[in-house]
């Protein structure tokens, strides 16, 4: 039988199909793949080894016990909907309307897609940073729009905005940023963030704002995009559970924007997942309820990990670009010798029993090379876990 078809043509074109039709699998699974098979630490996908808030875990298993066991409405339970309402005026003084401006997702992932799918005509562009996260080359190439590039420059890995403004033009449809910033952890300069509006008015585009690490930042405070003037009625602000509360299995996500642009992407949500997790959604409710000190809590942990791995990836040899927010730190291999991460990845589990995730992986094949020597490790992991792997680490500089 041949499965052939439009779609297929664009995807082996984006590298999302191998020539003989096979799903090419993300970065992410292939790395825990190899993690397992080899039984190394798995530092490469990004999730937590330990579960988060007890309050929200609880509410869950009592709304499972109460019968909180089918279809939730499709925009997402009201608790919930308030919830995100109320924390983005708890956090950020924005006011949004619960009932007509936020969508509830089968995670960050469904809100990109559906944005994507329901905004992106054949042909129309999409302008992202570079290194970008994978789903956002293939989520671009499934609604067959064209995906232009800014590269994210080192030290520091932010964008030169001569370059943005040069590649933001009329016919760009979505300026899709991802802030704080996976693979590189960094953390977009106020500046950046009001040029990216300035320049979306100027050619009328949508703004797309994938903040998924809102509350994983270290030392600097999270901007929204929908915070700047001029910004919110032409953005649609992204967000998921996975992170904060550290439930990547639950595929809770939200997005929040117009009741226009909501509608629109309502449209084709409720024909990729419809609804999910009922459940989970009364118990994401009370984890964006809970005390400031929660959140603080998470993110002042977590910088201790970043300072740990660090700390054992800058005594191994590597050079290390701290990160400002994320689970994740990228390291240079090449003053250990390697100058190509994506050879070392796959040799990493018999070196040094570790896994980690080459930049490149998230890069377009041209821009591929200026991260060719380019690691990302994440230390959303348990502190024995990352003493562990920093001390195997420390056998390749041997
Ligand atoms: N965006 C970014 C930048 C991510 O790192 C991730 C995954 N961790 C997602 C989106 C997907 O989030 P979710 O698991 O909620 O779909
Ligand atoms: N977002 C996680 C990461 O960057 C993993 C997501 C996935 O496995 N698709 O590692």
């Known amino acids: 039988m041949t499965i052939d078809g439009s779609w297929q043509r664009a995807a082996r074109g984006a590298g999302l199909l191998s020539p003989d039709g096979r799903i090419a699998s993300t970065i992410f699974a292939e790395m ?14 990004g ?22 066991n089918q279809y939730p409405p499709g925009t997402g339970m009201p608790v919930l909907r308030a919830a995100i309402a109320s924390h983005q005026r708890r956090f950020y003084g924005l006011t949004v309307d619960p009932d007509r401006e936020v969508l509830v997702t089968a995670g960050a992932t469904e809100a990109l897609a559906a944005t994507i799918l329901a905004l992106v005509d054949d042909g129309d562009e999409v302008v992202t940073f570079e290194p970008f996260y994978d ?58 963030l009001e040029v990216i509006v300035e320049l979306a008015h100027r050619h009328d585009a ?16 999270h901007v929204p995009v929908a915070t700047l003037p001029g910004a919110r009625e032409r953005t649609v602000t992204i967000s998921s559970a996975g992170k904060t509360f550290s439930t990547t299995g639950w595929k809770i996500g939200w997005l929040i924007s117009t009741p226009e642009l909501v509608t629109a ?33 998470i993110a002042e942990t977590l910088q201790a990990k970043r300072d740990l791995l660090t700390r054992g990836l800058v005594a191994a040899g590597f ?17 250990l010798g390697y100058t190509d991460a994506a050879t070392l990845c796959r040799e990493l589990p018999a070196l040094a029993g570790v896994v980690g995730v080459p930049i490149s992986a998230f890069c377009h094949e041209e821009l591929g090379a200026e991260y060719a020597s380019l690691v990302r490790f994440a230390f959303c992991k348990k502190t024995d876990v990352l003493e562990r792997a920093s001390a195997q680490l420390a056998r390749l500089g041997r």
């Open 32 to 45: 825990s793949g190899l993690a397992q098979a080899t039984g190394a630490i798995n530092l490469g996908q």
């Open 47 to 68: 999730f937590p080894d330990e579960d988060g808030p007890a309050e929200v875990l609880e509410a869950a298993r009592k709304a499972i016990a109460d019968g909180v």
């Open 135 to 192: 789903a956002y080359g293939g989520l671009i190439s499934l609604a067959r729009g064209i995906h232009r590039t800014v590269p994210l420059r080192r030290p520091g890995f932010q964008p030169d905005l001569d370059e943005l403004r040069a590649t933001v033009t009329d016919r760009t449809r979505i300026i899709l940023v991802n802030n704080p910033h996976n693979p590189t952890g960094s953390v977009l300069s106020r500046e950046t």
């Open 206 to 221: 949508i703004i797309v704002t994938d903040e998924v690490y809102e509350h994983l930042t270290f030392g600097v405070t």
């Open 265 to 297: 992407i309502l449209a084709v949500k409720q024909f990729l997942t419809f609804v999910n997790g009922a459940p989970f959604q009364p118990a994401v409710a009370v984890g964006l309820e809970l005390p400031e000190s929660f959140f603080r809590g």
């Open 319 to 335: 050079d290390v670009s701290s990160p400002q927010a994320t689970y994740f730190v990228v390291a240079d291999a090449a003053p």
